[in-house]
């Protein structure tokens, strides 16, 4: 008996250890799969706990880091991060990382130098540390981490193995294209996307009246075209509290599900783009509570990782569910109206923006909308309003400025903030980009309510007023100058 315990203390394990606020860590060496740097781009993840730093991506797998010192409860100087190491723990296709100040050494410990605490409470997240290694007779204590129970902190089970979650986006997106394109947003600096046909239209924001069903989301109703839709706290949907008030800079996304309507605030519109569904990577979810409205990230160029939306997951909740069936009821004869109203026009869908007056094309006309490139080609003896060319995925891309093309006073030449519009290849089949100071919104126009030039439009530039096909009214009654797709990319093809 007393051979077999002396085996038993002889039994050594190998640790990697780390320090953190003065404190020693060991992990179990087959659980650590490497140690990186802190990264230097991290994402705030929607509805993620306060001990979660962010999600980041590693080698094309999404990674979420851990702050140990915050779950511990260990005092935190608010240093930066710039310093910190992260180990990734990989347990049964789970992969975490949890960061450390510095990494230490392999160290070996006999069984006898470990003392093993009791986990009672596996439901204690706090609850990662397993035991402990007790060095130079009690004077170094090394505190040990299970990988294990890492893993089983509240919400970051939701990961699951990748392959499985892999299998489970796959079988979501099968219906729909190779290719898609979607809308990216902005909510609280988080940046989000969702698929373009998800959308109905995207609108400047406008006063949001009372609602007798107004709550935490849901803020109130705006009228549009007639029709009355509830507009929703995106940022509170996401488990966010916004850091400032509802503001005239902001964006309503209005999303159709099923028959009915509803609106989302965002803090700004950001691109459209495509992306292809074999990348959407799988991130980490962290709520039961609408688990399934996010389908993975994907990598814009300039925009890093954004997360993408699925908007039939958004309303899973049944307040909000009640929220917009409550509101359709009570408006039910006012949408009887407007389906009614509907016959008699002629509603298309535009993208609006702005380049010194409020111009507008047609969503069918327009390929994506991207940030402007760091990267564009100068091109020798191009004419002046060419800014030149820019690689997307493999097309050359001809960025023009409109306001030198058509002759339009500039106040700077400064390119942040601003867009390229990439409209859809001519029947030469060139590619061709117009730059723009903002995007305005994504709007259904009635085609009837059209308006005469107005003079001060006519007296800007010639050129301009022979490439505008109709000026007609938006939403708010403001003028928008429709321009004609077949115009623009003659005069660049002749231009060039």
């Known amino acids: 008996m007393e051979a077999q315990e002396l085996e038993v203390n002889k039994v050594t394990h190998m640790y990697a250890s780390f320090s953190l606020k003065g404190n020693e860590f060991v992990l179990d060496i087959n659980a650590v799969q490497e140690v990186v740097n802190y990264p230097e781009s991290i994402f705030s993840m929607p509805l993620a706990p306060d001990y979660l730093d962010g999600i980041f991506n590693l080698r094309g797998m999404i990674i979420p880091i851990l702050n140990l010192a915050k779950l511990l409860g260990i005092a935190d100087d608010n240093g930066t991060n ?90 979501r997106l099968k219906v ?22 998800s959308v109905n239209e995207i609108i400047n924001m406008q006063e949001i009246e009372h609602s007798a069903f107004s709550s935490k989301l849901c803020l109130g109703l705006v009228n549009l075209r007639g029709m009355t839709i509830p507009v929703l706290s995106f940022s509170r949907i996401l488990g966010i509290e916004s850091s400032s008030e509802v503001n005239n800079d902001q964006k309503i996304l209005i999303i159709k599900l ?52 699925d908007h039939s997951e958004i309303l899973n909740n049944d307040e909000i569910k009640q929220i917009t069936k409550s509101h359709s009821e009570i408006y039910q004869s006012q949408k009887d109206e407007e389906e009614k109203e509907k016959v008699a026009r002629q509603l298309e869908s535009y993208v609006t923006f702005n380049f010194g007056y409020h111009f507008g094309l047609s969503v069918s006309e327009i390929r994506e909308i991207i940030e402007v490139p760091k990267d564009i080609l100068k ?115 002749m231009t060039k």
């Open 379 to 493: 091109t020798p003896g191009a004419p002046s309003h060419v800014l030149g060319v820019h690689d997307l995925r493999e097309q050359l891309i001809t960025i023009v400025n409109p306001k030198k093309m058509y002759g339009i006073e500039e106040s700077d030449d400064e390119l942040g903030g601003k867009k390229v519009i990439i409209l859809e290849a001519d029947e030469r089949g060139e590619n061709y980009g117009i730059l723009v100071d903002e995007i305005d919104s994504i709007v259904k126009i009635d085609m009837l309510n059209k308006m005469k030039m107005p003079s001060l439009l006519s007296n800007v530039s010639g050129k301009l007023n022979q490439d505008v096909s109709e000026i007609i009214r938006d939403i708010n009654g403001s003028g928008v100058v429709i321009l004609s797709f077949e115009a623009i990319v003659r005069r660049i093809g």
């Open 82 to 171: 710039d310093n910190l190491k992260v180990a990734i723990v990989n347990i049964d296709g789970i992969s975490v990382g949890v960061s450390f100040d510095t990494t230490g050494e392999i160290i070996k410990a006999d069984h006898c130098e470990v003392s093993n605490f009791d986990i009672s409470d596996e439901s204690d997240e706090s609850q990662v540390v397993k035991g402990a290694i007790k060095r130079d007779n009690g004077n170094r204590i090394y505190q040990i981490l299970e990988p294990s129970q890492i893993i089983k902190i509240r919400n970051l089970a939701r990961l699951g193995s990748y392959d499985a979650f892999r299998e489970g986006v796959d079988t």
């Open 258 to 309: 099923g028959s009915e309507f509803f609106g989302l605030i965002v803090d700004s519109l950001d691109a459209i783009t495509f992306y292809s569904d074999d990348k959407v990577m799988p991130v980490p979810v962290f709520s039961s509570i609408r688990s399934h409205m996010f389908l993975g990230g994907i990598e814009a160029e300039e925009n890093g990782m954004t997360f993408l939306i």
């Open 176 to 197: 729909q294209a190779r290719q898609n394109k979607c809308i990216s947003f902005r909510v609280n600096d988080i940046p989000l996307a969702i698929e373009i046909t």
